[in-house]
Structures are given as structure tokens and as C-alpha cells.
T-cell receptor, first 115, second 109 residues
């Protein structure tokens, strides 16, 4: 088990470009979360999947953000027409089924810098 | 509304003891987590409390009082590698984590 992996680890882009991040959760985990974190803040919830179903999406997520988990395994987070305010660490986390504690297993994150 | 409060920053000396407090207000409550996060890295699990009382795990202990909406993380025999941010997160009625902003702990020699 290699844990949760995210790709790319770092992305630098110009304002207005589209970016896509990928997350591969731990294989037996059916729940997958995306968070955004800026310096000095805790993780900010973006969206949540149970298997391939997107069950919750933060109201903070504008229509420029979209996430998919088509086969219930890996997930992608796409940001269209990036803005400088999108610069942050994007964290993916997963958790196993029948785990009622809510413990999350985080990936290393994808750091986005928008110039 | 849902809210987690913890101090922004704390400083302690190597070898000493430090207590990081967290108060929470959530819609429903299904436990409280403490995570450690080193700069530029992902959060890693430290502890989970759902019942009142103290849970001890090596140099780290976590305490919960459900009636007071209060928890603390106690770190003993501080080491330089303990310099990190410590995140408090409460589990609400939907089993979603509500995160605090984190407490940056600075350890001085």
C-alpha cells in the first residue's frame, strides 16, 4: 500500500490557464475528499465522493472548479481560467468504508502557483 | 454555525511540556481529531477522542470534554522535530471534519 498519491506535486501556471490535478486514493478506500489549504489556515473543504458519486460540494467552489471520480477509484480536480487567488495547496484525502470515526489519510498535496 | 478555535501560535522550549487548546461548536458531534502538519507537507493523524477523558500515546496525549466543547493536545519532552502546526478537527453529525486554522508550535533550544 503506497498511500494516497497526488500528481503533480507542484504546478506553476499563468492566470487564465486551466489546470488539472489527479489523486489516487488508497485502494480499498471508497471515500475521497478534496481540500484547499492556504498558508496559516486549516484545510478548507471543497468536495467529497463516495465511490463515484459526488455527495457534497462546498458553496465556496465556484463554477470554475469541477471534480470527477468516474470509476470510483482515482479522482481529478480541474480549475478553469485560473486566478491568482487560486494559488494554494490542494489536498486529497481518502477514508475506508465502515469507518465511522472519519479519519482521513492525506496525500502529499499539489501546490498551485498562479502568476 | 460551526466553529473551531485554537491559538494561532505558541512557543516552547526543547524538553519542556506544552498544551494546545481547542474549543469547538458543531452541529452534532462524533469525535475530535488532532493532526500534525509540518511546513509544506500533508497533515498526519495524531489522535482521536470521542469519549470524555485523556488518551495517552507516548509523548503525546489528548483530552476531551464533550460538555465543555473543549479538547487539548499535550506534548511532553519536546523535541525540535515537534515544530509544526497542530490542527484540531471536530466530526459533525454528517461525519464531516470541521477544521481549525491550526496552531503553529515553535520549539526553541
Amino acid at each position: 500500500d503506497t498511500g494516497v498519491s497526488q500528481d503533480p506535486r507542484h504546478k506553476i501556471t499563468k492566470r487564465g490557464q486551466n489546470v488539472t490535478f489527479r489523486c489516487d486514493p488508497i485502494s480499498e478506500h471508497n471515500r475521497l475528499y478534496w481540500y484547499r489549504q492556504t498558508l496559516g489556515q486549516g484545510p478548507e473543504f471543497l468536495t467529497y465522493f463516495q465511490n463515484e458519486a459526488q455527495l457534497e460540494k462546498s458553496r465556496l467552489l465556484s463554477d470554475r472548479f469541477s471534480a470527477e471520480r468516474p470509476k470510483g477509484s482515482f479522482s481529478t480536480l480541474e480549475i478553469q481560467r485560473t486566478e491568482q487567488g487560486d494559488s494554494a495547496m490542494y489536498l486529497c484525502a481518502s477514508s475506508p468504508p465502515r469507518d465511522y470515526t472519519g479519519e482521513l489519510f492525506f496525500g502529499e498535496g499539489s501546490r498551485l502557483t498562479v502568476l | 454555525g460551526q466553529n473551531i478555535d485554537q491559538p494561532t501560535e505558541m512557543t516552547a522550549t526543547e524538553g519542556a511540556i506544552v498544551q494546545i487548546n481547542c474549543t469547538y461548536q458543531t452541529s452534532g458531534f462524533n469525535g475530535l481529531f488532532w493532526y500534525q502538519q509540518h511546513a509544506g507537507e500533508a497533515p498526519t493523524f495524531l489522535s482521536y477522542n470521542v469519549l470524555d477523558g485523556l488518551e495517552e500515546k507516548g509523548r503525546f496525549s489528548s483530552f476531551l470534554s464533550r460538555s465543555k466543547g473543549y479538547s487539548y493536545l499535550l506534548l511532553k519532552e519536546l523535541q525540535m522535530k515537534d515544530s509544526a502546526s497542530y490542527l484540531c478537527a471536530a466530526v459533525d453529525s454528517n461525519y464531516q471534519l470541521i477544521w481549525g486554522a491550526g496552531t503553529k508550535l515553535i520549539i526553541k533550544p
